[in-house]
């Protein structure tokens, strides 16, 4: 069925699609495609309102209470009039009333005005993996460099910048020259939320560390060294955005380390799921955790040198962190001896969604 005041439309992301038309008045705010724009123009020229893709601005977060639709069969017969008629559609269209968000409250990404149900955050964090080495295959640079008007990253104090690689780097592993540091999975991940959820906006909050640089599990931990890297901006968006998951990228820090030893990186990541629960005030974010590289090789091969004492702990994520799934690695394709290259990320994130899905941790994707 038709959504009330909706039209039909040629898109740019398919062959057709429909397009929401009717002004949201009391904000000052109309909807025009995949975005909603603020009256009298967007901030950028990127093809879609509101948007830009040369850089962010100190837009700030804000919310507000837009009025709840009325009159759902007047707005089915606007739709219906719309096919017949494309002229008597838009007209109608424009009398229709307002459509308004589940809850009433919206966010400004750089000057586009999304509802909340319709903003989902990416939190990802974890080791040299998730800061990025990948560089290769060349011919899947655009989907990690290419920006889109759908997809941003929001760093704390309000400043939205168009999403892209690196969305998190640590500028490589020490004594490297030149520096290894490439694409890590955080554009994979927004890209693969955004073909679940085509019409919504997915944005990214991230940390990766090299095990060289503390980057594991204790230090993401509340207490730790990187938690507020991540939680500072997180916490500012609470309340305001339909957080979409955390995921995890550990697992080569846990071999050695004495804290990760007889069941510690199991308890630790337990841990991490309640801290960030807690403090998001979301007692069922999903929690989604890669498994040990099952690609690396040599010393870090699974098979040797502290690995399988990690991959065994791993294997109880799901069952002991309630809405969580554990991501298959095996064929994962390699960069190095335990990085994944960017068509690696990519399948890294698919499986992500594709298990989400599975075990009804998308429930977003259903508004």
């Not at 039909?8 to 009391?26: E, K, N, W």
């Not at 008629?85 to 307002?98: E, F, I, K, L, Q």
């Not at 507020?228 to 050695?256: C, N, S, W, Y």
């Amino acid at each position: 069925m038709m959504h009330p005041g909706m039209r039909f439309r040629a898109s740019g992301r398919g062959a057709f699609c429909f397009i929401l038309v009717p002004v949201l008045a009391a904000c000052g705010v109309s909807r025009w495609g995949g975005g909603i724009a603020p009256a009298g123009g967007g901030t950028g020229s990127s093809g879609a309102a509101g948007t830009s893709d040369k850089g962010g601005s100190q837009g700030g977060v804000s919310g507000s209470n837009v009025p709840a639709s009325q009159g759902a069969d007047a707005g089915a017969q606007v739709a219906d009039a719309g096919l017949q008629s494309p002229d008597a559609g838009v007209r109608a269209a424009d009398a229709a009333p307002p459509v308004a968000p589940l809850s009433g409250i919206t966010v400004s990404i750089n000057g586009t005005v999304v509802p909340k149900e319709k903003v989902v955050v990416i939190l990802h964090l974890g080791h040299s993996n998730m800061a990025g080495r990948a560089k290769d295959p060349a011919d899947q640079t655009p989907y990690f460099y290419d920006t889109d008007p759908h997809l941003w990253r929001y760093q704390v104090g309000g400043i939205w910048t168009p999403a892209k690689e690196w969305l998190c780097p640590d500028g490589g592993t020490p004594g490297i020259t030149p520096s290894n540091q490439g694409a890590g999975p955080g554009m994979a991940l927004l890209r693969s939320g955004l073909a679940v959820a085509p019409d919504s906006y997915f944005v990214s909050i991230g940390q990766g560390k090299a095990v060289e640089f503390m980057g594991n599990c204790f230090s993401f931990r509340k207490g730790g060294i990187f938690y507020e890297t991540m939680m500072g901006p997180a916490r500012e968006l609470k309340g305001k955005v339909t957080f979409g998951g955390l995921f995890v990228m550990l697992g080569i820090d846990a071999r050695t380390d004495p804290r990760a030893q007889n069941g510690g990186f199991l308890a630790c990541l337990n841990g991490m799921a309640a801290d960030y629960r807690t403090d998001l005030g979301e007692p069922n974010l999903p929690i989604i955790v890669g498994d040990y590289e099952r690609g690396a090789t040599g010393l870090l091969s699974p098979t040797c040198c502290g690995a399988p004492q990690v991959i065994a702990q791993l294997a109880q994520v799901e069952t002991t962190i309630p809405s969580s799934f554990l991501i298959p690695t095996d064929g994962i394709a390699m960069q190095d001896d335990h990085h994944y290259n960017m068509a690696g990320h990519r399948l890294w994130a698919d499986r992500a969604f594709a298990g989400m899905a599975a075990k009804g941790l998308l429930p977003w994707a259903k508004k």
